[in-house]
């Protein structure tokens, strides 16, 4: 994968070393409680209740983000992924164009340990990359790389594959999927929630690999990174990770898919190369 002729996305807002590390997550640590607490010494000292939050956790403000043309340019990983949601924004800003449709960006969180959401709670750099539909934005904290499986970890296209899936999301979220689907988790049983939960999971590693059959091109793709995007799905499968945590495999349990299916659909994806091929909700063949 050659990144070296994309320029950075400008959606990067980086919040390491603003605290986050040390700081306490509103949802989090803080919980409830404080955030009420903060209202109500905001209400007193006539102070904004929204700077007091900001400020407890861990000065997330939006004056001391950073904006991604100051991200150190020795910050390897973080242009990293920069350019990769690059790639992303310029190949389904395409493919809602030939739709008719005008593609919003999503933002990209860096932060280190913990920091605020809007609607998602607290950001806890322990349940990996994710994206919040209320504020449309993909929180990382780039050391989840490290703690992925070595060899996914330490391959470019396995990094960029993990952003191409959280961007997924964005697009499940644009496309309304998101809604619809937590409309109808909200009515259903754990088991039921899951396997819808997979749904959607599956779904954003096809599309996940929509973006890879488009880019394959501008991003000099090769068969070598196909196999590390392919591993890097595979470690991330919910028996994978079951069986590496020393439990039981409990396919009801699932909310991700397995490595066998995570693999199939991002090869749908990226051999179809289209957002029906990706129709995970129609189908009984997961
Ligand atoms: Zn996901």
Redesign the pocket.
């Known amino acids: 994968m050659d990144l070296d002729n994309l320029q950075q996305s400008s959606n990067v807002e980086d919040r390491r070393g603003s605290g986050g590390g040390g700081g306490v997550a509103l949802g989090g640590g803080l919980g409830i409680g404080g955030v009420i607490i903060a209202v109500i010494f905001g209400l007193i000292s006539g102070q904004n209740p929204l700077q007091i939050l900001g400020s407890l956790t861990g000065g997330s403000s939006s004056q001391s983000y950073n904006s991604s043309s100051q991200l150190p340019q020795d910050d390897a990983r973080a242009v990293e992924i920069s350019r990769v949601l690059k790639s992303t924004e310029q190949q389904w800003t395409k493919i809602f164009a030939a739709s008719n449709r005008q593609y919003r960006e999503p933002g990209l969180v860096l932060y280190n340990g913990t920091t605020d959401t809007v609607g998602c709670g607290g950001a806890q750099a322990e349940v990996g990359p994710f994206y919040c539909p209320g504020d449309r934005k993909i929180y990382i904290d780039l050391r989840f790389f490290d703690q992925l499986s070595s060899t996914a970890g330490q391959n470019d296209f396995a990094r960029a594959y993990v952003i191409a899936?959280e961007v997924a999301?964005h697009i499940q979220n644009e496309l309304g999927v998101l809604d619809q689907v937590n409309a109808r988790r909200q009515q259903s049983d754990e088991r039921t929630s899951n396997a819808l939960s997979v749904r959607v999971?599956l779904q954003?590693d096809c599309l996940a690999g929509i973006w890879a059959n488009k880019a394959q091109n501008s991003l000099q793709l090769t068969q070598t990174d196909i196999r590390e995007g392919l591993a890097a799905a595979s470690s991330v499968g919910d028996d994978t990770l079951q069986r590496e945590a020393g439990r039981r495999v409990v396919s009801d349990n699932f909310t991700?898919g397995s490595s066998a299916q995570r693999q199939r659909w991002f090869t749908k994806g990226f051999q179809g190369g289209s957002v029906q091929g990706c129709d995970t909700f129609k189908t009984n063949q997961l």
């Open positions: 899936h999301h999971e954003a991700h």
